[in-house]
């Protein structure tokens, strides 16, 4: 499937008084996960372990 059908199913799932706004938050979220899922596919991730020592260092 390409970019573009990707998106114009995505934009065909919205309901019709969707604003311009939604669909682009819509649009939006797909993007970050199928990033993400990428991200999983090539073991690209870190642990919630080394997520939690990322923040308490930021609170210091």
Do not use: C
């Amino acid at each position: 499937m390409t970019v573009k059908d990707t998106m114009t199913e995505i934009i065909a799932r919205q309901p019709d008084d969707s604003s311009y706004e939604e669909i682009l938050r819509e649009l939006a979220f797909a993007r970050m996960v199928n990033r993400g899922l990428d991200d999983s596919d090539k073991d690209q991730i870190i642990s919630d372990d080394q997520v939690k020592r990322k923040i308490e260092s930021w609170q210091k």
